[in-house]
């Protein structure tokens, strides 16, 4: 192929495309779904330590705190209670104990503290 020569553009699916928005869009709710599920802790006690912590374990969407309790807080959006509970597969549950306890490792206020994960 010559430097003149232009390759063809990709063809996008419009499939491909579809799952492209519908992803973004999941992750748009997903997002507004942690700051409703923030401000429905803070008003029922709870301070929240941090948003979206990152670990080698895995990612915690909440971090709150109430008393002696640290909840590791998993927000899960779905159209039903039954829905959002098979959404919390074991091995990420698994996963969220493990970077709460590294992220409470890491933290020395936070050590004292009982571990706990919530969903909401």
Known sequence: MTRLERRPAPVRRPKAAWR????G????????????????????????????????????DLLVCRGPVLAVVEVKRRATMKAAMLALKPDQHDRLIAAGEAIRRNRPGLQRLDLRIDMV
């Open 20 to 23: 492209q928005a519908k992803g």
């Open 25 to 60: 869009a999941a992750f748009k709710s997903g997002h507004a779904a942690e700051w409703i599920a923030a401000l429905w802790l803070m008003l029922r006690g709870y301070r929240v330590l941090g948003f979206r912590l990152k670990s080698r374990a895995g990612e915690i």
